[in-house]
């Protein structure tokens, strides 16, 4: 694997990628009600009584708009927990799992390796040590025989 192909590929990639398209989403959606918002001439008058009620309760309406951020931030991060999951966490459950398995003794699954990233190169490394564990164990049982 190349240098220039791992970080091409590499997990914190994928999930900056994920995090920026969330933020992406939420400004669209932004954008989108924004513009619902003022194309309608009746909504100016809304807008008068929010700005309003802000200089009126300039705490609530400051806490109205903190959870209105929180909310738009909300979909990047739910996103890159999604991805996190799925490229990350799960692979490195199953790694575990199949080294558990080989330390009871099950050392003739192979390891696959389908994955051009971080844990497709521990993956690899993993499926040599593999290899390598199971040439000695040949080779010791050979030689006690």
Do not use: C, W
């Amino acid at each position: 694997m190349g240098n220039t192909n791992f970080i091409q590929r590499s997990i914190i990639n994928k999930i900056l990628f994920v995090t920026i398209l969330g933020a992406v989403v939420a400004s669209l959606i932004a954008v989108a009600l924004f513009y619902l918002i003022f194309v309608n001439e009746g909504t100016y008058h809304l807008l008068e009584n929010i700005l309003t009620y802000a200089k009126e309760h300039p705490f609530n309406f400051a806490l109205f708009l903190g959870f209105l951020t929180f909310q738009a931030a909300l979909i990047p991060i739910v996103m890159t927990y999604f991805l996190l999951k799925k490229e990350i966490i799960d692979p490195l459950h199953d790694i575990a799992n199949r080294m558990e398995r080989i330390s009871m003794g099950e050392i003739d699954e192979e390891i696959p390796v389908q994955r051009e990233d971080e844990i497709g190169h521990l993956q690899e490394s993993f499926e040599r040590m593999r290899m390598s564990l199971k040439v000695i164990i040949e080779k010791l049982e050979s030689d006690q025989l």
